[in-house]
């Protein structure tokens, strides 16, 4: 990918091995075409799975830049007769679309921040501090993860009706701060249980408190951890429905996601429009992807096996 | 341990005479708790409590129903079609993506990263990880149109490829769900590669090369090496698909809205409707209740299971 082709070490088998393969594969002929051939067909396999799976984009590509006419004449399949704008202008004319990017832009760099923080602050106290029933509150924290968003809706929504803060970007804002931070603290909690032990006694004896400790200390060694974090909850919350669709309910409050869904759902089914629409609702995240592919790469495994 | 006070080795110009207790480590675990409670906890009990109550919502009447709204659902036919659904659903999203995608990472692990570069399976990764960073929204409106039966992108392929009776992908009850589960699956792949080809590389390649030398061909490599050293992985991702698979709620309601004939409703749509379209909210309610009892058992359940197994390796 774009991202990865500045100075990437492209890593090769190692030599005495391809020598050892070589010979191996001089000695019997037969054997060397079909391992050949093999390969290529392995290859093959997975570029068509690949083609399969970037096939949806292409169509979102394409149908987007195609005019409504050509679109009707020549199906959704043909490459475009003449790139045009017009599905775009069509959309933006009718969303505000700096005012949605605007709210999830806020809302899902907040939860970010605040997030990290949140989750960074308890796993402090359950890594390093090992407060007693440590394990138990890990778990009970995972039932954020676990538990079903129906399970809490009504609630939140009459709750968020009672403080005033329906219709408002902070409700949303609130809830996915401690939903992340739930799943943060569990993450980094484990990374800190590691944490070398004589880096955090040599700054005591330096006389540095707790609060110091996790400031200077234990912060700056745990930044990348918490970067990843951070790029992971900023794409979690830009990419949520359900919550933001129940609470936030007009145009001007939305984020781009729900008014996507809010369009389609209006059944005017103009096609080149929805096309427009949707790769505007997933062009800031296709960057954030490009941006930090590596990143999100790891974080998803750090995710999955911590 | 932690408690001791940590011994000061420079005296510091110290304000007070007596030294400060230091904060308790609980306080910086107080912000969490807080939040914890007023977005999780309290609103699940009072789901739970709302369960008991026949309630249009709002400033309506609230009646005490007991069990009523649970009696009612154990005889909703609609609600248990909504789990049998379930089982489709975890099987598109974590059965086939996993089995898929460890076959996907293995070969990209060692062969394709092998033969043809580590470059060449990064951007394959990276193929098949793309829809999942998509926003569910998107996804659900992008296939909405693919599937569209008058002129979808598939069906306009079938057409061409001269298929005269076009399926109604999304609009019959026979094939719709299965429809959901072909977009689910594209949705899902990545996720399986990615977590699994990381954990290929914490296995010794010595042990694929003394393999190797003993002639054990790649599928035997694969059964031998590859799964039993990254069973946890699996497993991992399993269980996370698992739940995810049964909180699903996004593309059924962009792509069916639980129709035709609600062949396609899942408990989460099914407590959805119940709240803010029937304006049923105990029985809502009671429903929500029961999915996070079932995710929990689940979940639970293959906990225990992984541990047990684990115990038996040793």
Redesign the interface.
Known sequence: ?TT?TAA?P????DPAQRRNGRRRRSRDRRLSVALLGQ?WL??L???V??V???L??Y??VTNAFKSGADY?RR???ALPAEWTLSAFERYLSSVDYPQLLANSVLIAGVVAVGGVV??M??A???G????RGRTW?VF??L??????????????FS?AQAVGLQNSVWSVV??F???Q??FG?YLLSSVLGTFPHEMLEAA????????VL?TRIVTPIMRPTMSVLLVFFF?WT??E??IPM?MLITPKAQT???A??AL?GQNTLD?TQ??A??LL??LP??V??FLF?RT???G??AG??K | ??ATT?????P?PAPAHRPRR??S?????L???V??G???????A??VW?SFFSWK?GAAPRTWVGLENYRELLQDDVFWRSFGNTLYLIGAVAVVPTVIGLV?AA??FD??????????A?????????????????A???????LETR???LN??LR?LGVTTLPDWLGDPGIALWSIMLMLV?LQ???PV??LM??LQRVDPELYEAAELDGAGWWRRFRAITVPHIR??IY??VL?AT?GA??L??PV??LTKGGPESSTYV??FF??RN??ELSR?GY??AS??V??VV??LV?GGLIFWQARSVEADR
């Open positions: 990918m990865t990437a492209v890593r090769r088998p390969r392995v290859l396999l997975a570029v799975v690949g399969g799976m970037l949806p984009f169509l979102l009707s199906g959704p399949l949140l989750a602050l308890s402090y106290a359950l390093i501090g090992r407060v509150v009970v924290l039932l954020a993860t676990i538990l079903p968003q129906e399970a809490l809706i009504y609630p939140l709750g609130i809830i701060v401690v939903l931070a739930a603290t005591r004896v330096d006389g540095a408190n707790r609060w996790l794409v830009w990419n429905f359900f129940i781009i996601p729900i996507l869904a389609k096609v929805l096309a629409a949707s609702s997933l995240t296709l954030f992807f592919q999100l790469t790891r998803v495994t999955a096996v | 341990m932690t940590p011994p000061r080795a420079r510091r230091p904060v480590y609980w306080a910086y675990l912000p969490m708790g939040g914890f007023l977005i999780v906890l309290v609103p699940f009072v789901n709302y919502g996907l070969l990209l062969h394709i990263g092998r033969s043809f570069g580590a470059r060449a990064s951007v394959l990764r990276a193929a098949y990880y793309l829809p999942q960073i998509l926003p569910i929204a998107v659900g409106v992008l296939w909405s149109w693919i002129d979808g992108a306009s392929v061409s594209w792949i990545g996720y990615v977590v990381s954990a946890t992985d991992v991702v996370t739940i049964m909180k709620f996004a309601l962009i408990p989460s407590s959805y709240f803010f909210v809502g309610a929500a209740t999915l996070a995710i929990g979940a």
